[in-house]
Structures are given as C-alpha cells and as structure tokens.
Nanobody
Framework: QVQLVESGGGSVQAGGSLRLSCVYS????????LGWFRQAPGMEREGVAA????????VYADSVKGRFTISQDAAKSTLYLQMNSLKPEDTAMYYC??????????????????WGQGTQVTVSS
C-alpha cells in the first residue's frame, strides 16, 4: 500500500521560510516522479515542483522559481520542498504525489495515482 505523509506546514509572515516534508512508502517502481502541488481556496490545484528519480532533474512552476527548492533523500524515502521568500499568494494546502516513470507530464495532476493528505501553508502580509 502506497502512503505519502506531508508535514512542515504552518503560518509565517511574508518573507519567511518553511520546509515541507513528505515521507513516502510502499512504492515499488524503480523510476518515478515526485511532485508537490498546492490548492488555494476556490482555486484549482496547481503543480509547484517535481523531481525525477531517474536523473534527479527538477522542474518548477514559474511562480516559485528562485524561491522554492525541491529535493529528495532516497535513503529516508523523504521528499522536501524548501520555501523561501514566501508571499501571501503562496497560501494554500500543499500536497505531495507520486507517479511511475519520468516527470514529462508533471503538471498534470490526473497523471498522479497516489497523494498525501496535505499540509496547510499560510503566509500573512
């Protein structure tokens, strides 16, 4: 059974930082894509960043480039999202997800079969 559990969310002021973690287990595919998504109230879920276990390549949404960094510790089966210079518009529920294969369609939430329960990030101005 595949499980993903996020943690690290919270409330910060604009300009602050948070690091999200996602511990995953039960996924037996050798090559896969790990992604972070977020969903603000009344908005569609959007891809934030993804990392490929095939080659370590990372991709980011334009809105977070230069501020967020996605990384993975395979030994700990943990995915991270370091978020710096946070803005009020980053406020959302953040989810991690996994799909087999590469990150070719990383923005497509329908491509991901397994999701975590989410962790809330709130940024105040």
């Amino acid at each position: 059974q595949v499980q993903l559990v996020e943690s690290g969310g919270g409330s910060v002021q604009a300009g602050g930082s948070l690091r999200l973690s996602c511990v995953y287990s039960g996924y037996t595919v050798n090559t896969y894509c790990l992604g972070w998504f977020r969903q603000a109230p009344g908005m569609e879920r959007e891809g934030v960043a993804a990392i490929s276990t095939e080659n370590g390549r990372t991709v980011y949404a334009d809105s977070v480039k230069g501020r967020f960094t996605i990384s993975q510790d395979a030994a700990k089966s943990t995915l991270y999202l370091q978020m710096n210079s946070l803005k009020p518009e980053d406020t959302a529920m953040y989810y991690c997800a996994v799909v087999g294969g590469g990150c070719y369609a990383w923005r497509n939430e329908n491509a991901y079969r397994h999701w975590g329960q989410g962790t809330q990030v709130t940024v105040s101005s």
